[in-house]
């Protein structure tokens, strides 16, 4: 046998072919070409929800770190304020009732802020995919068993067995299968509380409609991100598709009734969706008037699960962390995520496949709390947005107290999320990452 010859490429599987698993894909693409990378989907196609995303400053940052070809593939997407003078918001915010303008949220240093449709950016990543990244469609998970050296098949010591009657052994798998993820379940154990998702006691209608009509409905103002709060709900809009469309999210309080559908995103009505957001003011009002069949979406998120990764298997992304969407900032963490395990993921990290388990526990270990902060406060935001504060349950409605409140109060979440240093959380990672491997071979050598 010839001993100048290379080992055999470390496989490595992806669960979940949507933002999070291709992102991760172009990025271990990118700095690994000693990985053999398959993303199995369980759709027949690559397909994502026609709703909007926005990527602040931390996420972009992620990006960048990655690969300069991201930003470019979001660019192509993206889509931002219409007036060049509200560049620099986040959001306008107004009284829902009146449509006063109550404040507005600057960015980050000039950080311009913008939307696109998950679509259309899920497409423009998939350009990126290299060919030597293999995609299986069809393929859900059932269960995935980490082995010891020398276990299996002889190719890999973690085996992927799916629906189908299929199996695969691989050196390491990451999920990113999403909210209802199978890979959270199998690898904190269905009797662990948090390998479930929970409803957050809010739901949603969310629908695109044609900004020309909105335009003509409630004035040029709409073509700029803008929220309108009311008590126990809240309405923020944005333009997506280069400003030919406007995103519309209709977010409702449940009032302590329970989500009792089996189904998370259910069919619904114009008269369902006006008759929850009666009184809610003249402007809102008309934008939610022009969504025809409305879906209600009801809100889950995800309790703060014990561990990211046992063995060479770990869960990324919303299957790891999945929040409400008031901050917007879900996608952008599992950029962020990318971004780490990625940087782990290299040749100078990784040896052999015994490695891979030191990459999964560090990025456990660096991302774990960031993300399950975000999931706290993304529902403190929620409730802020919705008038719900206890700080000022005795206000009686007092217009002033509610605006001093939330111009001090509303903008703290936001800067947490888009102040974070990755670099020097990525540096933290591969410490934690040496000093693992350290006191293992320590271990064994005594």
Partial sequence: ???????????????????????????????????????????????????????????????????????????????????????????????????????????????????????????????????????????????????????GDGTGKTRIRFEDGTDVFVDAVVGCDGIRSACRRILLGEDERSAHAVYSGKYAYRKVVDMKKAVEAVGPEVENRQMYLGNGRHVLTFAIRGGRMLNVVAFKDAGGAPWTQRQWVVPSSREALMRDFAGCGDTASKILELIDEPEKWALFDHLPAPTYAKGNFCILGDAAHASTPHLGSGAGFAIEDVHLLSGLLTPAMIESASDIKFAFLAYDALRRPRSQELVRRSREQGHMLELESELLSLSNGDRGAWKEYLEREMDLNPRWVWNVDLESMLLQAKETFKNMKEEEESAVEF
Wanted: aromatic letters at 8%.
């Fill in 1 to 151: 046998m010839d001993s100048t010859l290379s080992p055999p490429p470390l496989r490595i599987a992806i669960i979940g072919a949507g933002i999070a698993g291709v992102t991760l894909a172009i990025a271990l693409s990118e700095h690994n070409p000693n990985l053999s990378l398959t993303i199995y989907e369980s759709r027949r196609k690559f397909s994502e929800i026609s709703a909007g995303v926005g990527f602040g400053p931390n996420a972009l940052k992620a990006m960048a770190l990655i690969s300069p070809k991201l930003i470019v593939a979001y660019d192509k997407v993206k889509t931002p304020n219409k007036w060049p003078e509200k560049d620099h918001l986040w959001y306008d915010f107004r009284w829902a009732d009146t449509g006063k303008l109550l404040m507005q949220v600057e960015s980050e240093k000039g950080f311009a802020h913008c939307n696109a449709s998950r679509v259309h950016l899920l497409a423009s990543l998939v350009d990126l995919v290299p060919s030597t990244v293999k995609v299986e469609f069809g393929k859900r998970v059932i269960d995935v068993q980490n082995f010891d050296e020398g276990v």
